[in-house]
């Protein structure tokens, strides 16, 4: 993990939960940079490949956000999102709570919310 991460010369901590093998990669970056932002994806992809290899999961006591909805299919399976998806056309036909968050995310709109906050 500190491999990806020290290749894009990123500034991070890893803190968290070592008794139950839960822990947050949290890289200090300006959000508001589009470089920064395009590169999110990037490590992404690297980190969340890595922790499948290792059976692990990408998400624990946090929520799935913007940044992990595109991988969300990775770690749960495609049954299991279209279901997410059946219980979020049920209860938000509109798709007005939280749109981008569980479903129908992907990378390209991770990007531009980044870039927006």
Avoid: C, W
Avoid at 8 to 32: D, E, S
């Amino acid at each position: 993990m500190r491999k990806i991460l020290d290749e894009h010369k990123l500034v991070y901590t890893i803190a968290g939960h070592a008794g139950n093998g839960n822990f947050h990669i949290i890289p200090l970056m300006n959000m508001k940079d589009p470089k920064n932002a395009k590169l999110i994806p990037i490590v992404s992809d690297k980190i969340y490949s890595l922790v499948k290899e290792y059976r692990g999961s990408i998400d624990a006591e946090h929520n799935d956000g913007i940044i992990r909805t595109p991988y969300l299919e990775q770690m749960f399976g495609h049954e299991i999102i279209q279901l997410f998806k059946k219980t979020k056309e049920i209860f938000d036909p509109q798709n007005i709570f939280n749109p981008g968050k569980k479903v129908n995310g992907t990378k390209q709109y991770m990007i531009d919310h980044i870039v927006k906050s």
